[in-house]
């Protein structure tokens, strides 16, 4: 990374970072920039996050934006959709893996957001599922981002009727959790 002041984070993630059912400007990416870029004015958070992206969509477009982008910091949202629709646990974390390689090959940190999904595909899948993020990291020595909705998840004022998507309320709040993490962790970086 060129310093801390500038640092350019791509973030490759689902519905939940892409903002689902409202314009990009009322996400919580947007907001955390603009944030950010307050104390750290060089730093820009490229979101390419799509609603219903699979780890595996992910991976296939992964190659092609860091060709396209200058980065320094790879941020994986990813395995949410992967989860809700029973994927194997082996392909999520293959997909993972091959995505953390391929960026840290090529010199880019990477941060791996821990997902976590309802208990509706069952206990012992869930539990893998939950587990598969925090062994990733250990594995590959990134850096592990807690899951950022958790607490949100649980009130039913900030979600949307599905019970799955953060609303335009949560989006502030959403905002103010990344802009504290990244924050300390750009200073950890400059450090």
Known sequence: MSSAFATNVLLLGDSL???Y??????GWAFKAQKQLQQQFPQ????NFSA????TGGGKARLARLLSKNEVDVLWIELGGNDGLRGYPINTIRNNLSQMIT???EQGIK????????????GK????MFTGLYAKLAEKHQV????FFIEEIALDPKLMLPDGIHPNKKAQPIIASQITEYFTEYLQRAGS
């Open 17 to 19: 970072s892409a903002g």
């Open 110 to 121: 990477v941060i791996l957001t821990e997902i976590h999904i309802p208990p509706s595909m």
């Open 143 to 146: 850096e592990l981002m807690p």
């Open 51 to 54: 609603s219903g992206e699979t």
């Open 21 to 26: 059912g409202m314009q990009a400007s009322e």
């Open 102 to 104: 391929l960026a840290k």
């Open 43 to 46: 730093f820009k958070l490229l």
């Open 124 to 127: 012992r899948y869930t539990s």
